[in-house]
């Protein structure tokens, strides 16, 4: 008998793509976004069916629909929730989540908390446009302060969150920014985010064109790009800038804008994923009125360290308990131990 042998074509970019139509406003970032996870998920190594998309709701919650993988549009703010269930009962497979800066930070806040403390090993991606956009406008829990909404007329008086900071605080294994105008950045952040093993959280900056248009144009458009964006490389110098003659240079723990005519390269920060406190003051490089200094935005991967993973814990602990006390019988355990005789 001749042998068979069984023959697997790689996937491409549209097989991940459905039959549903596209129901995101023309313009809108998520389609950049959109493009490209199809376009990473060939790369990554998995069978489509054991690929999963959970959504919350927004409309970046749309996702599960046009990704041809198992997937599921959940509950606002729950989608954390529920692919932490799934992730333990099936660690096998690889879980995305897609959730917006409304669905994660607000209604959802303590479900993602929780998630990033115990690691569970998914990927989150959080759409941020720093505004509500199904609901048709008003302000969310990243928007600045002083944002004039439908809801907000007068200007927010909300301090905003600072979603990688706060991942942070929640020791966050792996966290990233990237845009949806740039595609290049978009998929190496996303092919990084996938390789960690345990949570990975990348917040993309998403233009919302109807609502919230421009909110993210400094670090996009060719004319200040250069000058706001720091793009984040491992072992690599801070460097920024038009004619990358910009450097980030520590002053003990204060971060400052120097000129490379002035200071050497060897002098500049050096990046480490794996320094925590370095990655600390990168999520403070934010717009602050107490800050002696304008800072450019990082972009990239700020922080990465390997930890132990939820589902691997509860995987461990139930082999544990089959050693000490047997497989155990669902009927003995519905009935109980105690049982009494009724004359």
């Not at 489509?48 to 606002?76: A, L, N, Q, W």
Request: proline share 5%; glycine share 8%.
């Amino acid at each position: 008998m001749s042998e068979v042998k069984e023959i697997t074509e790689k996937l491409k970019p549209k097989d991940f793509s459905t039959d549903q139509d596209v129901r995101w406003c023309p313009g809108c970032g998520d389609y950049s976004i959109l493009k490209q996870v199809q376009s990473v998920m060939p790369d990554l190594g998995h069978k489509k069916e054991d690929i999963v998309f959970i959504s919350g709701i927004g409309c970046s919650s749309r996702f599960p629909y046009y990704m041809e993988t198992y997937g599921m549009h959940s509950i606002h703010g729950r989608a954390t929730a529920i692919a932490s269930g799934l992730k333990i009962s099936r660690p096998e497979l690889s879980v995305w989540i897609v959730t917006g800066d409304g669905d994660a930070l607000s209604i959802g806040g303590n479900h993602l908390i929780h998630l990033i403390r115990r690691n569970l090993d998914v990927n989150i991606l959080l759409f941020n446009n720093e505004i509500y956009g199904l609901t048709k406008g008003q302000y969310s829990p990243t928007s600045p302060e002083g944002k004039i909404t439908k809801s907000t007329p007068m200007g927010s008086v909300d301090h905003p969150f600072n979603p990688l900071k706060l991942c942070l605080g929640a020791d966050s294994t792996f966290i990233a920014r990237t845009m949806d105008r740039d595609p290049k950045h978009q998929r190496e952040v996303l092919h990084k985010g996938s390789q960690h093993v345990g949570t990975s959280m990348i917040e993309i900056y998403q233009n919302c064109n109807v609502f919230n248009d421009g909110a993210f144009e400094v670090f996009t458009d060719k004319s200040t790009k250069a000058e706001e964006t720091l793009f984040l490389e491992q072992d690599e110098p801070l460097i920024f800038g038009k004619e990358a003659d910009k450097g980030i240079w520590l002053d003990g723990s204060q971060p400052k804008v120097v000129s490379l005519a002035d200071v050497s390269k060897n002098d500049l920060w050096v990046h480490n994923e794996n320094d925590k406190f370095k990655a600390q003051l990168l999520t403070t490089f934010f717009d602050n009125p107490a800050e002696p200094e304008h800072l450019p935005r990082p972009f990239g991967v700020f922080y990465s360290e390997d930890r132990y993973r939820y589902e691997d814990a509860v995987e461990d602990q139930i082999k544990e308990a089959i050693d000490k006390k047997g497989k155990g019988n669902l009927d003995e355990i519905l009935s109980g131990k105690n049982v009494w005789t009724v004359d």
